[in-house]
């Protein structure tokens, strides 16, 4: 009698299990929703917080009366996008619009899970070279983005002009100049070193400037920028806090007055315009007089998921070229504080918003992450935030790089 | 004979009767550093809450100036999510309850050989990362309508903690004397009976700790608030908080303060449940 | 004693027996709705070779053991099992004999212990966010209170977070600090349910004291104590947003653990499969303390 209650327990669970993943797994054909009737679109992005949720919302509106559909907008934490994502697709519940932070794109495009462009005759030759690389695989352009940011070097003029000091452009400069401003509880400089791929992101423009390259981690141009690093923490002049820093934490360093210098991005200007002293900002500095300062791309951009349902589809596309057109392009640039992609437009918006002038010139020279290794490029960014990690703590800068990439 | 009477003298008329004793006064005071000890990190969130820049970077030790900025927006913001919040945390407590205190019984009380089994199959459930469990739900939830429901969230956030549940109730139900139970059986109780009227009045305790966890479990969950809602219909107000942290700017002090605005109601039922925990539950009613 | 039942056929299933049966079903059905799928999933997860890719087109090859090995031989499995090794047993070291400790402290009587006993569980009301943001400002080596307290008194700056040495003991003390609440609730409740009269019954033969706790409270508290180590374990083995939010695993991997290669290599490497193996031998970790339980509890039980 026992025997038999285990053996019913067994199958029912066995069967229960079975039933279950037939549940989850298949999900049946949702493709895109509404079927077939294209007056809605459903959106996703990770514009939770204010104030961009309202300020995207806006845009997000203008486009959707131009395009002519109503929209259903799902906004999550930065964090969980690709997770959610890949539930959606999972589920082959996605949306019929799609944002994404432009390193991501090409990995999810690799999946075969968004629809190019060119199948909807979107025309891609305004956007800067930048921006196209980050969105295309193997040849294909999968999404486009009205504004993107980058990196800069943020100073406090006041303090600068205290000490008779000018804004450093070269490695040495920065270097003097940190020190310099190193006083009490104040340090001269502060950068975010964490050990997630923001800490790779603040690092990419001193690797790119010198000639280092994510296709060759282990190289003497890349332990050069590292030892800069190591150098500026190993002089005082950056708090040995930066290997835990977000850029968050470095932008509140600086407002409370216990950097004279950071590197971060126009996104914090909102919160600077807050603060108690007068800032500017200069393009990164070089290791050489001369040479071009190279920042990362950041941004994101809008794509179309193959959600199987032509009608949908093409509106979508028209939707996101709406999100990027000259219009939208502007208007979100000036709100957000970014830079338009539209290289016809970068101009025209320098001379509306002068705060931004170093990021604008940064922005020309500015390269897509994902650019040279595509779908590769997050192994890449994991070996450069550890060799980073690794040689702040004490590992020698040329070895650095080799023994990270034994991670 | 004396002992028994002496327990049945309900505690706080006793100690009403005498005058407070100097012993208790040092007790208060040692718990009152204790706390302040445990609690000194809370206090230190208070403290940032109330900082125009949401961050402790230039604060002192108290906070002389204190700004209320992310006060008004937590609770313009905030007020509705809470009462979701709310709603789904008691909920799950009776969902819990209801369906882990029987089993807990059984499983404390029945012979049955597969108890270990069962008891294992638990364990290993609360071995699983949550995120493995989140994933499989959304598309279960998409398919039966419980997304952005109070029902969908209540029954989630609950199968979190039926399985610690049991094994924490079977852990206190084992105490129950066997006489007791075996006592009811002879006067012709049945089964459910016996659970109803004589084990679960002695497992207050039990009863009492599992449910404190079960609000807390629910209270805290994030992993089911984000994979089960797609809307801002429904918002538990740990989803809620999110609202200020972005990809890139964070408002601190509004995080800090909405996480002091959630705690208080959470607090007061906690207090509340918390005198119930008496001593004594079970003593007395053995003879 | 149980009333004599007539022997009845074998075969047939006595009311009483249903009746008890229906006391755990609605359980049992609970448990393998939500936790059935998720285990097999799991498990059948780690041997195929699960990338975002899958999501999409659900083709997933079956690579046999081939995560396991990646998972055992990468560098960073050593150190972190280490880790977690030492993460898990300073904090339950910690979590509990504070949590004991506390929780036989409010055994006595005194004004406003009920209202304290609910203050201590305010650090698990706290989103685990707003825990560790504030945690890490405490723990600042700069500027953090934390180490202001410490220069009152002449010592030097400890780099909580920043140095590979410190960096796993910072944590293991925000962890401490996170399961007293836990720790304390659950003894405190049990202690409760130790009859008053064993106390008394052992004062009047003169055992009070430490005599008293250790022939009656841990006796008693047997079962108690046992449900709160075994959970203790294996909710610690999962901690994964107590040390993501103070240190992501750093500084330079000195806080990486096992939990959190499986986190990260599922998402953010988006190995799934591989990050798969790493829990499920994170489980199969804290399946040998549930066995070790159960035996336990079995003894108790037939005893």
Redesign the interface.
Known sequence: ??KN??LL?AA??AA??VA??G???G??DKGGDGGGDASTLTVLD?????P??TLVQEALDACAEEVGVTLER?T?????L???V??R???K?MPDVLML?NPDVQ??A????LAPLSEFDVDTSPFTQAIIDAATYEGEVYGLGPAVNTLGLFYNVDLLKEKGIEPPTTWDELKEASAALTEG?RYGLAFSA???YEGTWQFLPFMWSNGGDETELDSPENAEALQLWVDLIGDGSV???A??WT??DVK??F????AAMMVN?P??I??LQEADFEWSSVEIPVNHAGEDSVAPLGGEVWTVPETGNDATKAKAAEFVECMSNEKTSMSIAEARFLVPTRTDIIDEYIEKVPDMAAFGEQIKTARARTGKLGADW??AA?VIY?AI??G??G?PADEAFAKAE?? | MTTTELLTVHPSAASRARALKPKQVVYAIIGIVILVIMLFPVYWMINASLQP?G?T??AGIFPTNPSWAGYEKAITDQGANLVTSLIISVGAVIVCLAIAAPAAYALAQFRY??ISVALLIILIGQMIPG?VIA??L???Y??LGLLNTHVGLIIADASQSIPFAIIVMRAFMMNIHPSIIEAARVDGAGQVRTFWSIALPVSKNALITAGLFAFLFAWSDFLFA??LT??SDIRPVTLGI??????????WSAVMATAVLSSLPAIILLLIAQKYIAAGAMGGSVK | MTTATPIRA??R?RRDDVVKFMFVVPA?VYV??FF??PI??NLTMSFQDYT??T????EAPWVGLDNYVTAIT???FGPSLLNTALFTAGSLLGQFVIGLALALFFQKKFPLSSVMRALLLLPWLLPLIVASATW?SIL????GILNRFLGVFGLDAV?W????DVALIAVIIVNIWVGIPFNVTLLYGGLQDIPEELYEAASLDGATGWKAFWHITLPNLRAVISVTLVLGVVYTLKVLDVILGL???????ATQTIAIRSYQTS????EFGVGAAFSNILILISLVFAIIYLRGTRKAVDE
Not at chain 1, 110 to 113: C, F, K, P, Q, V
Not at chain 2, 242 to 251: C, D, H
Request: with cysteine; charged share 15%.
């Open positions: 009698m026992h209650r285990i327990t029912a669970f229960g299990t279950l993943s549940c989850s797994g999900g049946g990770y514009y939770n917080n204010e961009d949720k799902e999550v934490p930065g964090a969980d690709i997770q959610t890949l539930q697709a999972q589920s519940t932070d990995e999810i690799a999946t075969g899970g509880d964490i050990a997630n708090s040995q806090g290997v835990n850029q968050g509140d360093q407002m409370a007055g216990k991005g996104w914090q909102p919160s997050p192994d994991t550890n990690q690794l702040i703590t590992t034994q991670g | 820049s961050n970077l230039t050989r597969w995120i994933n499989a959304y598309a279960a998409n398919d984000l994979t797609t809307t999110y609202q200020y942290l972005g990809t890139q700017v964070s408002n | 074998r075969r299933i049992a393998l709705l059935g799928y097999v999933k975002t890719k999501f999409f087109t659900g990468s560098n960073l890490r600042d080596q700069d500027s780099p977070l920043t140095s590979p240190t992501g695993g750093g500084p330079a991997n998402f953010i490497d988006f």
